[in-house]
């Protein structure tokens, strides 16, 4: 059954529309063109794929525009950081729609959990930069691009660009209409794709302020300095997976709250060397490790899905998706487990699951 009231194909004309007024002036045309299609193709297949699964999913017509916007401006904002980076057009897609389906997958987790709209912004944000990143060193592992243009690449953020646009201009109207002993008006300036809907909320800037580095999760300061400690901690930890682990063993305002810190620079010099030594005194002694534990579960699981579908249905199911995800599944069903994020793991395990 479809979502009622969805109208995902005009909806993502619309985006595309307003995404073409804000793509970066100096641009050439090809590179106009490039990001809006990028906008317009993703938002729509996310779109449509919401719609016609609407049995499984089981989401509403504000959480299908919510979703389909995140992606949008996620892939409004990565399209620009891909073509400031100066890496060749040829790896643009193939990066574009791993974050693409980073974010459809841990989206559609989240609001089936019901998380709140500040956590599920923050965990993708965290997601969309590390998919990026691994993106740009795996070219550089190949020998398609070389240190300098791989570290040219990672410090491209639109997103951080445009943010700090809007605080400046933010600040300087709230100066100006304070002068003038008038109130504020809301939404100056926005400077990214916001749905015109009647029908359904959008994710707007105000809303994207809620992702690391722009909360305001408050804790009492005991509870706050130990996030603190644990995120300074995970920051020296190069295991990707065994981040993941530890950060699923939080509460997920916890868990957000943490990976807010891990992006914050320069964080030792903010915190007290004594205060945070006596924490973490006490976190090695509990702090999780990786076991193979989890790993045979979530392999049981997709086991326990093509045993009841069936291989040859499993591979039709899996054949637009990404080579890691197909291999993922079929090593597990050989009782092998290919290296993945556990978070991710269990995502499409997850996501199998609710196929059966």
């Given at each position: 059954m479809?979502?009622?009231?969805?109208?995902?194909?005009?909806?993502a004309?619309?985006?595309?529309?307003?995404?073409s007024?804000?793509?970066p002036a100096?641009?050439s045309?090809?590179?106009?063109?490039?990001?809006?299609?990028?906008?317009?193709?993703?938002?729509?297949?996310?779109?449509?794929?919401?719609?016609?699964?609407?049995?499984n999913?089981?989401?509403?017509?504000?959480?299908?525009?919510?979703?389909?916007?995140?992606?949008?401006?996620?892939a409004?904002?990565?399209?620009?950081?891909?073509?400031?980076?100066g890496?060749?057009?040829?790896?643009?897609?193939?990066?574009?729609?791993?974050?693409?389906f980073?974010?459809?997958e841990?989206?559609?987790?989240?609001?089936?959990?019901g998380l709140?709209?500040?956590?599920i912004?923050?965990l993708?944000?965290?997601?969309?930069?590390?998919?990026?990143?691994?993106s740009?060193?795996?070219?550089?592992?190949k020998?398609?691009?070389?240190?300098?243009?791989?570290?040219?690449a990672?410090s491209?953020s639109n997103?951080?660009?445009v943010?700090?646009?809007?605080e400046?201009?933010?600040?300087?109207?709230?100066e100006?209409?304070?002068?003038?002993?008038?109130?504020?008006?809301?939404?100056?300036?926005?400077?990214?794709p916001?749905?015109?809907?009647?029908?359904?909320?959008a994710?707007t800037?105000?809303?994207?302020?809620?992702?690391?580095?722009?909360t305001?999760?408050?804790?009492?300061?005991?509870?706050?300095?130990?996030?603190?400690?644990?995120?300074?901690l995970?920051?020296?930890?190069?295991?990707?997976?065994?981040?993941q682990e530890?950060?699923?063993?939080?509460?997920?305002?916890?868990a957000g709250t943490?990976i807010?810190?891990?992006?914050?620079d320069g964080?030792?010099?903010?915190?007290?060397?004594?205060?945070?030594?006596?924490?973490?005194?006490?976190?090695?002694?509990?702090?999780?490790?990786?076991?193979?534990v989890?790993?045979?579960?979530?392999?049981?699981?997709?086991q326990?899905?093509?045993?009841?579908?069936?291989k040859?249905?499993?591979?039709?199911?899996?054949?637009?998706?990404?080579?890691?995800?197909r291999?993922?599944v079929?090593n597990?069903?050989?009782?092998?487990?290919?290296?993945?994020?556990?978070?991710?793991?269990n995502?499409?395990?997850?996501y199998?699951?609710s196929?059966?």
């Open positions: 479809a979502i009622k009231g969805f109208d995902y194909k005009g909806f004309e619309n985006l595309a529309a307003q995404a007024e804000l793509v100096e641009f045309q090809n590179d106009k063109d490039y990001v809006t299609n990028t906008l317009l193709n993703f938002s729509t297949l996310a779109g449509e794929a919401l719609y016609q699964d609407q049995d999913l089981g989401f509403n017509v504000d959480q299908a525009t919510m979703i389909t916007q995140i992606i949008a401006e996620w409004f904002h990565k399209s620009v950081d891909l073509i400031r980076s890496i060749p057009q040829q790896f643009w897609d193939p990066i574009m729609q791993k974050i693409a980073t974010i459809f841990i989206a559609k987790q989240t609001f089936k959990q709140p709209q500040d956590q912004l923050q993708i944000e965290h997601h969309v930069k590390k998919t990026y990143l691994d740009i060193s795996e070219l550089k592992d020998g398609f691009i070389d240190d300098g243009l791989m570290e040219k990672a491209q997103i951080d660009a943010m700090q646009q809007m400046e201009s933010g600040e300087a109207a709230v100006q209409q304070q002068a003038a002993n008038q109130p504020a008006p809301l939404n100056q300036n926005p400077q990214v916001a749905t015109q809907s009647e029908t359904a909320p994710v800037q105000d809303d994207m302020k809620n992702i690391p580095n722009r305001s999760i408050r804790y009492e300061p005991p509870k706050l300095l130990k996030l603190v400690t644990v995120a300074m995970l920051k020296r930890i190069e295991d990707e997976e065994q981040v530890i950060l699923e063993c939080f509460e997920q305002d916890d943490v807010k810190y891990m992006h914050v964080l030792e010099r903010h915190v007290d060397p004594a205060a945070t030594m006596r924490i973490i005194e006490d976190i090695t002694k509990t702090l999780p490790e990786a076991t193979e989890n790993k045979k579960q979530v392999m049981k699981r997709i326990d899905v093509v045993a009841t579908i069936g040859k249905r499993m591979e039709a199911k899996l054949q637009l998706e990404r080579n890691k995800v291999q993922f079929f597990a069903v050989d009782g092998e487990y290919y290296k993945i994020s556990p978070r991710i793991a995502i499409i395990a997850r199998l699951e196929i059966v």
